[in-house]
Every structure is written in structure tokens, then in C-alpha cells.
């Protein structure tokens, strides 16, 4: 193996998205979000899978990456924007068929004025004070907008992955107030609003994170493998230190392995000393710092020299990593680097 492979398992993610989908009764849509690359695992690659399971709609951050998507997807399932209508993306939104989730009264002339018969989401601001039309703003421009007959209105929860936190009931509360008299089609709920219950899912759910196997879907299926090529051992005495700044030091004769991928690559630096890797299902701890292109592996305890140590692996998944370097399975996902060979498992992968 030359060099390090990110597997991806394409029916792993179809079969999150069937999981989300059931958690929700009949007439409920179920979305894709596929910002970010797709979480970091290809966006088209993702968003192609998932047309063919049947979902019909795409949400991306901004508007290159709906070009991107609707290159992979061509003409038919709607792709929707959350930046919404950006100066300069005009004919971007109307060549590529996408649609803006409109987020302030500027956005919303912008729109009207360059495209008066594009179709058009709004997007309100129910708590979170990031994207959106606040009460106020969205009060201003109401009957406007419902002459326009939006395709969507949605709104974003803060804290949905912390099922008992008071965010989530009122920002409810406040998307019921500025919407329950307003015709058009509502969404609320990514993955973790999904998992807050019925009340939560009005016409259309959002997920993104869970399709991909992370928290807080706790029953998905996990997607990535992260199998990494060893280029070097060496034999080290007590007292012998690993790495820069010389943060380990052998108690014991040891074998350490130098493995081709480091921080560049989205290991993120914190989980230096803390991660392990696997030779097989044997852990390995991870020693010294993570560098920028080369981890350093304790192998003492391994009978032969591994050609490849797996980092995310079943013994070992994204938001196992995401804790030994103190954030979420989300950022471990969305830093996987450039340099990985990306192998694709399943649906026609
Ligand atoms: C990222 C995002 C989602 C998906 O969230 P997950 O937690 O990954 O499911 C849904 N809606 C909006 C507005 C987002 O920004």
C-alpha cells in the first residue's frame, strides 16, 4: 500500500439515511446535507449514492458547492443553498437550478429583483443568532414573501444534540409562532432535531452529520476507514525520546513505527499521545506529537512490522478520535485531508 486510503462506505451512509428516514412518519421528507464536501467523504460521490436510495433534496453551505453537486447529480433533485442569495452568485443560482435559503431583507431584494421567478427558501432565526430573519425582520416582510410562495421555510436549533436542554422547546415554541399561520412547507431539524421527536419534524428533515455515522446518531452505521502505510521502524533504548519536543520517552527497549500522515491530513495535533492506531484489531498507542505529515507508533508488543496501522477502524471510530483531541466528530470528518486515497465501498462505488 503506497499510500494512506480513506474508505468510505457508500451503504453504510444509504443505510443512515433509511434509518433517519423511518424515525420520521409518512408524509415527512428526509433531505441530505452535503456541505462541506460532503462532511469531507466527496460530495458528489455522497449526493449520487443517496439520489439513487431516493432522497430528492440537497442542502450545501454555499453556492460553489452546489455547482459541484449539481455536476454529479444533473437536472431533477432540488439543491438548496443555506448562505442563500450572495452578491455574485446570481447566475450561478439560475444556470445550476439552486436553490438560495434567503436569510435577511437584503438577500431577499437581491433575490426578487435579479430572479422574480426563481424559486426561493427563507431561512428564520429562532435562537440561534447566526442565519436568518429574526421575528422583526420576518414580521417586515411576511406578506411579501407569501405572494412569493417560498418552497421552504426552515430554521436551525442550537442545541438539538442535547436532548434535555431548554433551546429546544423554546425554539420551537418561536418557529411555531413565526410560522403555524404561514403556507409553505416547514424544516427544522438536522440530525439531532430528527432524534427530539415528531414534534420536531414538520415537513422536512435536514441531517447531515448522522448520515455520515456520527454523534448523535448513536445507531449509525459507521462509514470512514482510515488505514494508514508504515514507511519506517526503528529500535529504540530506555530513555531514548520520540518526536518533537521530545514529549515521549521510552521506559522500556520499544519499537516505534513512522507512519505517513500527520496533521496536514487532519489528525488533528491534540490527539498526540492520547489516540491509538490498530494493527489488526490490536491496539497501538500513538507516542510523541503528531507532526505534519508522520505519526510515531509504539509497535513494541506486535510479533511482525505491520504494513499499515488503521486509525479509524471499528475498534476505533470518528467520535472516538474526535474525543482524544477534544472536539466533535464533526471537525475530525470535515478536516480529512487531500493526500488520502479515497476508496469507495458499495452502490456502484
Ligand atoms: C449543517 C446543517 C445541518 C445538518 O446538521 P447535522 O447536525 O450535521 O445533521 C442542517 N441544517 C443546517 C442549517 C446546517 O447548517
Not at 104 to 126: I, N, Y
Not at 272 to 292: E, W, Y
Request: aromatic share 6%; with cysteine; hydrophobic share 40%.
Amino acid at each position: 500500500m503506497g499510500s494512506a486510503t480513506l474508505s468510505i462506505d457508500l451503504e453504510a451512509i444509504i443505510a443512515n439515511w433509511r434509518a433517519l428516514d423511518a424515525v420520521s412518519a409518512g408524509s415527512v421528507e428526509t433531505a441530505a446535507v452535503v456541505k462541506a464536501n460532503g462532511y469531507g467523504l466527496g460530495a458528489g460521490r455522497v449526493a449520487k449514492a443517496l439520489a439513487r436510495a431516493g432522497a430528492r433534496k440537497f442542502f450545501v453551505a454555499i453556492a460553489e458547492e452546489g455547482a459541484r453537486v449539481r455536476q454529479a447529480l444533473g437536472p431533477g433533485p432540488e439543491i438548496c443553498v443555506f448562505a442563500g442569495h450572495m452578491r455574485g452568485d446570481t447566475d450561478m443560482i439560475y444556470d445550476l437550478m439552486l436553490t438560495p435559503m434567503i436569510n435577511s431583507l437584503d438577500q431577499l431584494t437581491r433575490h426578487l429583483e435579479a430572479l422574480p421567478t426563481h424559486k426561493f427558501g427563507l431561512q428564520l432565526d429562532s435562537g440561534m443568532s447566526r442565519l436568518g430573519m429574526d421575528p422583526g425582520e420576518w414580521a417586515a416582510v411576511r406578506d411579501i414573501v407569501s405572494e412569493q410562495s417560498p418552497s421552504l421555510i426552515m430554521s436551525h436549533l442550537a442545541c438539538a444534540d442535547e436532548p434535555d436542554h431548554a433551546m429546544n422547546a423554546q425554539q420551537l415554541a418561536a418557529f411555531c409562532q413565526m410560522t403555524d399561520s404561514f403556507d409553505a412547507p416547514r424544516s427544522l431539524a438536522a440530525t439531532g432535531g430528527i432524534l427530539l421527536g415528531q414534534d420536531y419534524h414538520f415537513d422536512l428533515t435536514r441531517p447531515g452529520v448522522g448520515l455520515y455515522g456520527c454523534l448523535p446518531f448513536a445507531k449509525a452505521k459507521p462509514v470512514v476507514g482510515l488505514s494508514l502505510p508504515v514507511i519506517q521502524t526503528r529500535a529504540l533504548e530506555a530513555g531514548d525520546t520520540v518526536g518533537y519536543g521530545a514529549s515521549w520517552t521510552a521506559k522500556k527497549p520499544s519499537r516505534i513505527a513512522t507512519v505517513s500522515a500527520g496533521y496536514a491530513d487532519g489528525l488533528i495535533r491534540s490527539m498526540g499521545n492520547k489516540a491509538q492506531l490498530f494493527s489488526n484489531g490490536t491496539p497501538c498507542r500513538l507516542v510523541g506529537r503528531v507532526s505534519m505529515d508522520l505519526l510515531t507508533v509504539d509497535i513494541s508488543h506486535l510479533d511482525e512490522t505491520p504494513k499499515s496501522l488503521d486509525i479509524l477502524c471499528p475498534e476505533q471510530g470518528v467520535d472516538q478520535l474526535a474525543e482524544y483531541a477534544d472536539t466533535i466528530g464533526y471537525e475530525i470528518l470535515t478536516s480529512l485531508g487531500a493526500r488520502y486515497t479515497r476508496r469507495y465501498i458499495g452502490a456502484g462505488g
